[in-house]
């Protein structure tokens, strides 16, 4: 990475900080012996169990487990796919298999404030991180990310940006709407509301079959609106109240005019679909989006375009993918293998370029990686300001992260009550 300047430095460890307080709670007693893994030698089956099954994800996740097979082909491995949005099985299969202490040798999971759920079941692999030279190789902001109560426990695979606008350029150009021109939010509901004059387009796709993709439309909204020191004030649990408030209004506005009448029926990959068909302008999610875009053959600035959120440029809102190691492991060897692995430059070459994010690691060519996640990777190293994701596990706390999906499902779903809505998020954030 470059070096920083002062500020640069000074909002890249406030992000840290924000991310890294400890909170016990999750697992504490359940399981025992969880340093040294417990069950025994390396010749037990690798069972990795992930979210990732279709869209871009599966194609990462395949590239990357065929890739750890032929490496290491005298491991006996069973990765399991385990849909469901948002990780929302994915996290109810470990939590139950954690709790009747019979942990896989490891899972897909978020770093950060996310580990906090599992306190007292997560291993130590300080010996693989020193062993593979990770402290170096990955991002200051990764490993610190990896880390709980001072042992690492999980190893990065990759890093998405969720600050990201992204469009269909031949609906774009038949509105006669230029994205690059767009600096403000008040730009982009103007946009899309010439997208909705001008075409029979969708003006923006959204999904609302779960409520993380409103949660994190509000948090991008919010950036934009009223910046960055608001939101950590938010986030952070300090008040905030009328950046809140306001940004909420806004999100209100663009659900209630721009989205598609059948929006709480879509999930995810179907709201992206719609920016591949044609079927809508633009649509805010992380640079996962990026990944099916390449996976469905589609090129970067003919068919499909890419906008920083306007009114957050500068930004780089954060949000890592990692594989956590729980202790009392089934297959300490094996899996200790597996992480090694993940870390590395092959393996990051393999899932990131699949997956529409960026590798951790600071000692990779970006030639592999095509013209956007190249543009990505230079954005990251310039950034001013890296806000923590809100939906994601990064900003607040397993518990506050659930209540406040809790409070989007209850009274930002439609219709949309602003003020209740605003004290939910509100209350939840100063727990």
Known sequence: MREQDSNSTLTRRRMLQATGAAGAVGFAGCLSNVTDG???????????LHGWTGGDGKKAVNALTEGFKEAHSDVDTDFRPIGGGGNTNLNTVVSNRLSQNDPPSSFAGWPGRNLEKYDGVLGDISDVWEEEGFTDSHIQEAADLCQYNDKYAAVPIGSHRLNCLFYNQSVVD??????????????????????AAETDATPMAHAMKAPWTTLQLFGVVMLSQEGYEPYMTFVEGNGGGDA???????TKTILQNYISDDASQIGLTGSNEM????????IHQG??????????????????????????????????????YPGNNPSPEATKTWMSYAGSKEAQRLFNTRKGSIPTRTDMSSDDFGPYLSE??????????LPPTLAHGLAVSPNQLTNMKSVITENFSGPYNVEATAQGLLDVAQQ
């Open 174 to 195: 038949s509105a006669g709407v230029d994205p690059s021109s767009m600096s403000s939010i008040d730009d982009l509901v103007s946009a899309m509301e010439t997208v």
């Open 376 to 385: 990505t990777m230079e954005d990251f190293k310039n950034a001013d300001q």
């Open 38 to 48: 417990g069950n025994g030698g390396g010749g037990n089956t690798l069972e990795v």
């Open 244 to 250: 809140v408030r306001s940004a909420l209004e806004t």
């Open 287 to 324: 640079n996962w989006a990026a990944g099916a875009y390449r996976g469905a053959d589609l090129t970067y600035n003919e068919d499909w375009g890419f906008k920083t959120f306007p009114g957050t440029e500068g930004m780089y809102t954060f949000h890592i993918d990692s594989f956590i």
């Open 275 to 282: 920016i591949q068909n044609g079927e809508a302008a633009f």
